[in-house]
């Protein structure tokens, strides 16, 4: 569409992609071809429909494995749109362990750390891209979730989820 400069086509494209996009980046040769950009288009959208950023986290190191020779330099700036605290914490404890991509580029090391800090620590008032829930989150599953043990860090005595419609706990 781009090539024939045919923007709404190409537009319709990236929605498509954003509504479908657990289908199209799992079972699509053409998502294994996109370009860089149009991958960020689709990964940094708030429209983007996914059940868990598992699937974004997935999708993406899919896109580089690909083609690893040419696109592993890409892997920090592409990780930078994934919104790790909404990853599961068994994804996030997997990345940090040693995914060979994850584990060897500083940012995603950071961003993992950083996740890993705002689901174990709580700390639901960092504020920036990653932990902006996407629209398809909304009322699908608890964001930010507030623990709290009574001084016993071993010993989960509560637990409160974040409404992200009232922001009430």
Known sequence: AR???????????ILYMCSNFKETA????????????DLVRVVSSDHLNVETEDIVLHAVLR???FE????????????????FPY???EKLIHSAAG?????????????????????SNNHHYIHNPRTIPRESYVGKMPHLLL???FGKPACLRARWNLDSRTLQW
Request: charge should be positive; aromatic fraction near 8%; hydrophobic fraction near 40%.
């Open 147 to 149: 623990y709290h043990t």
């Open 87 to 89: 990853c599961s914490l």
């Open 63 to 65: 896109w580089v494995l």
């Open 99 to 119: 995914h060979g991509l994850l584990a060897r580029n500083a940012m995603c090391r950071e961003l993992v750390s950083e996740a890993l800090h705002v689901q």
């Open 3 to 13: 090539e024939l400069n045919l923007n709404v086509l190409e537009t319709r494209t």
């Open 26 to 37: 799992r079972d699509s040769v053409d998502f294994l071809k996109m370009k860089k950009d």
């Open 68 to 83: 690893i020779r040419q696109r592993e330099m890409f892997v920090g700036e592409l990780a930078s749109y994934i919104r």
